[in-house]
């Protein structure tokens, strides 16, 4: 009876010491990791001129991925992202020498953006982690309708602050952030200040 009950309770050991294992192992993070993502850039652009609401475009890139301890991390990216936007109604009267005579003046603009993040593990399981960090961006390409000349109605760079929160599985990432512009993007003259904000929300894979 002793040696069947001594039999359970190291079986009962065994077992609980290799389910223990099993976890650590799934929650184990090396040093380097890379992947790619991709999902969609919410954005709009702040400023009299401009329509207050959102909207839907896309974004893609890469990063890696620095796990320099339990609870902290660096994880730079490159990301393509466009933006979109639309002027109200005030820009006629503000920019009216901008413009051609058509109702249509939207702006698309492509930026290449490279954040770098500060990974905070929240919680024990490294599962889910708190990114905050600044993102350089530069301007691609600018097309706005109805514009009489081919000139720049926006600066070339910007520099933002992103913060949001990033959820690693074993294979797939995904995450939302929001990004703050710091930066006037506003090339034509001083007369309004225009800035980027945005919804982030992305889905890709860890390797």
């Given at each position: 009876?002793?040696?069947?009950?001594?039999?359970?309770?190291?079986?009962?050991?065994?077992?609980?010491?290799?389910?223990?294992?099993k976890?650590?192992?799934?929650?184990?993070?090396?040093f380097?990791?890379f992947?790619?993502?991709g999902?969609?850039?919410?954005n709009?652009?702040?400023?009299?001129?401009?329509?207050?609401?959102?909207?839907?475009n896309?974004?893609?890139?890469?990063?890696?991925?620095f796990?320099?301890?339990?609870?902290?991390?660096?994880?730079?990216?490159?990301n393509?992202?466009?933006?979109?936007?639309?002027?109200s109604?005030?820009?006629?009267?503000?920019?009216?020498?901008?413009?051609?005579?058509?109702?249509?003046?939207?702006?698309?603009l492509?930026?290449?953006?490279?954040?770098?993040?500060?990974?905070?593990?929240?919680?024990p399981?490294?599962?889910?982690?708190?990114?905050?960090?600044?993102?350089?961006?530069?301007?691609?390409?600018?097309?706005v309708?109805?514009?009489?000349?081919?000139g720049?109605?926006?600066?070339?760079?910007?520099?933002?602050?992103?913060?949001?929160?990033?959820?690693?599985?074993?294979?797939?990432?995904?995450g939302?952030?929001?990004?703050?512009?710091l930066?006037?993007?506003?090339?034509?003259?001083?007369?309004?200040?225009?800035?980027?904000?945005?919804i982030?929300?992305?889905i890709?894979?860890?390797?």
């Amino acid at each position: 009876m002793n040696k069947s009950l001594v039999a359970l309770l190291l079986l009962m050991s065994t077992a609980g010491f290799a389910q223990s294992n099993k976890k650590l192992n799934q929650d184990h993070e090396n040093f380097f990791r890379f992947g790619a993502k991709g999902g969609v850039n919410i954005n709009k652009i702040t400023g009299k001129s401009y329509k207050q609401g959102f909207s839907y475009n896309f974004q893609a890139g890469a990063f890696m991925q620095f796990n320099f301890s339990n609870r902290f991390g660096i994880q730079p990216e490159v990301n393509f992202v466009q933006s979109k936007s639309e002027f109200s109604n005030d820009a006629t009267d503000i920019y009216d020498d901008l413009f051609l005579g058509g109702s249509q003046k939207k702006a698309t603009l492509n930026y290449l953006e490279v954040p770098v993040f500060l990974n905070i593990n929240l919680g024990p399981s490294k599962r889910v982690k708190l990114q905050v960090g600044p993102s350089y961006g530069g301007l691609l390409k600018q097309t706005v309708d109805s514009l009489k000349n081919n000139g720049n109605l926006y600066k070339n760079s910007e520099w933002s602050a992103i913060g949001g929160l990033w959820i690693q599985l074993p294979l797939v990432n995904l995450g939302a952030r929001y990004k703050l512009g710091l930066t006037n993007i506003n090339a034509y003259d001083d007369k309004q200040t225009w800035k980027n904000q945005a919804i982030q929300i992305f889905i890709g894979l860890t390797f």
